[in-house]
């Protein structure tokens, strides 16, 4: 590695890595033995899913984000697909859905339960049928609504719209590569691939080891590296610098990155020299602040880098270093961290050697921690999409919506309402003010009351509480039958499962009031349909 000033200014060369005490980990996770180049894992502020090793099929277990400690080793699974999963992403605006990859050649959607998995789920929401050969990659849309890449061993790269009706989806929306007249071509096989910001350009890398920028509406390719020095495997675009990174290998072995102007793919705009290591290296980046981490497959340690627009465009800043090797990594969401300690970054290592996923937390050090820190949380990403699937196969192209971290505040949508959106909220509004409604909702909410003394939610059972269909059905608690179903659990031995049990049960509660919520919309708008079917039988005899 080439010599680096240790004065250079930067309010980030302080930040360390903070792992996460055994007890605050996720131990006991039978971690996946697949050699496939991925991560494995995946997290959002509600849930982390880790692809798991199990005998005949393929399986992932999907644990709330508080559920720390030891893990049952009978803990419920996501176990559709009928081969080995390879690859697991969260909808980045739906935190109760996620998408997996698998050998047996299918992408499968899953609706997790607000409540978590309490039973084996084996019936996914969709299922994705259109390749032929095992599925390697998925990636969503950072923009649209309901878009996801996929890209498998036969040659193809599809876009799916998942907001499709229907159970099972056998046609694309988009087929971005596809082989021609039976030819292979080695670009084809992607390697890894990332979206730009607005998600108007892809770049991607193959098994040519060549970065390659393509339109993903039409499959243009619009740029492609003629490099010799510099064999990419993984790519990642860096927003707001316009730029991109690939990691990669030099002609001598060498772990290499290199940064790229993505309208001119010629040369590289720096490349450098890490280690002699042979374990790949997935580049992470965090537009907010500009740092990036690379960590490698089979390291134990993460380093930090800052990158800027002008030369020499990166700076070393220092590194984590732990002696057990990661095996893959998860990242959480910025709006998952914790503002309070100055959390500017979390991973989720997973050591295999351990069955041990271990959060680990980048922390720029302050002094004044009750003070919210502007300048390390600017405006970032939020889960709010910018445009629907079909706005963007028209063209369009936009952000993504912006939030503050700042705690109390609400995310504000930038870009105009739609006539149908504006439509249905002057139904609501209207619906609001109907007395029919009125008087249908203060029905509900004595019923509620009604419930709630009958069958007590706090108190009774602690450590998981389930309401008893022997007694009343499961709409009255507003959920479905198989959401909440009763689980056996042993009394809480320790303070930490009586917290884990205590965060289990507010998310339960939360949920079930959201959908009861919801199911009182419904009602009101039957009653009003009603109410209008008997006005015009009425006037029409």
């Known amino acids: 590695m080439s010599w680096r000033s240790s004065f250079r200014c930067s309010k980030f060369r302080h930040v360390f890595g903070k792992p996460a005490t055994r007890e605050h980990g996720y131990d006991g996770v039978p971690i996946t033995r697949s050699v496939h180049d991925n991560h494995y894992c995946a997290a959002n502020p509600c849930f982390i899913a880790v692809v798991t090793e199990c005998g005949g099929g393929g399986s992932f277990l999907v644990l709330p984000i508080h559920h720390t400690g030891r893990v049952d080793p009978q803990h419920p699974r996501v176990c559709g697909h009928s081969a080995r999963v ?32 309490q039973q084996n789920l084996t019936q996914a929401r969709k299922t994705l049928i259109g390749h032929s050969r095992r599925v390697g990659l998925i990636e969503w849309h950072p923009t649209a609504e309901g878009l996801l890449l996929s890209s498998a061993y036969d040659y193809k790269v599809l876009l799916w719209d998942v907001s499709q009706p229907g159970a099972a989806l056998r046609s694309p929306v988009r087929v971005v590569l596809a082989p021609l007249l039976h030819r292979h071509p080695p670009e084809m096989l992607l390697l890894s691939v990332s979206f730009s910001s607005d998600g108007s350009r892809l770049a991607l890398t193959s098994k040519d080891r060549r970065v390659r920028v393509l339109d993903p509406r039409t499959g243009k390719i619009l740029q492609a590296s003629s490099s010799k020095t510099h064999r990419a495997s993984k790519v990642l675009y860096i927003g707001g610098l316009k730029m991109l ?3 990669g290998s030099s002609p001598w072995n060498h772990r290499q990155i290199a940064l790229w102007d993505p309208d001119d793919l010629s040369e590289p705009l720096y490349e450098e020299d890490l280690d002699g290591s042979a374990g790949v290296l997935f580049p992470f980046y965090d537009p907010d602040t500009h740092m990036l981490y690379l960590a490698g497959k089979g390291d134990g340690n993460i380093r930090y880098y800052e990158l800027s627009a002008e030369k020499p465009y990166i700076s070393f800043l220092t590194e984590f270093r732990s002696l057990l090797p990661q095996k893959g990594l998860g990242v959480m969401p910025k709006r998952g961290l914790d503002v309070n300690i100055c959390e500017v970054f979390r991973f989720y290592r997973l050591i295999a050697i351990k069955d041990l996923v271990e959060p680990l937390s980048m922390i720029v050090p302050r002094k004044q921690l009750e003070i919210f820190q502007e300048d390390l949380y600017p405006m970032t990403a939020g889960n ?43 139904q609501l509004s209207a619906l609001s003010m109907n007395p029919v409604f009125l008087s249908l909702q203060s029905f509900l909410q004595e019923q509620l009351a009604y ?51 205590f965060y289990r049960q507010q998310e339960e509660i939360r949920g079930l009031r959201e959908q009861l ?11 009003l349909e009603i109410k209008n079917t008997r006005n015009n039988m009425r006037a029409a005899f």
Not at 91 to 114: G, L, M, Q, R, Y
Not at 391 to 416: D, F, H, K, Q
Not at 464 to 479: H, I, L, M, N, V
Not at 517 to 527: C, D, F, M, P
Request: charged share 25%; glycine share 6%; aromatic share 8%.
């Open 451 to 501: 419930q709630d003394a009958k069958y007590p939610r706090e108190g009774s059972d602690l450590w998981g509480w389930q309401p008893d269909e022997t007694q009343a059905p499961a709409w009255a608690f507003g959920c479905t039958p198989h959401c909440c179903e009763p689980a056996e659990r042993p009394p809480p031995t320790s303070e930490s499962e009586l917290l884990q049990a």
């Open 517 to 527: 919520n919801h199911k009182e919309v419904r009602i009101a708008q039957l009653e």
């Open 86 to 117: 390879l690859d697991v992403k969260w909808n980045p605006f739906d935190d109760h859905c996620i998408a997996s990859c698998s050998e047996d050649c299918t992408v499968k959607i899953w609706d997790i339960p607000v409540c978590g998995v």
């Open 245 to 247: 990174l690939s990691t």
């Open 384 to 426: 709010k999409a910018a445009m629907t699937a079909q706005e963007w196969l028209r063209g369009v192209n936009r952000g993504p919506v912006l939030m503050s971290l700042r705690p109390g505040t609400n995310i504000a949508n930038p870009y105009p309402e739609t006539p149908a959106d504006k439509g249905l909220e002057r």
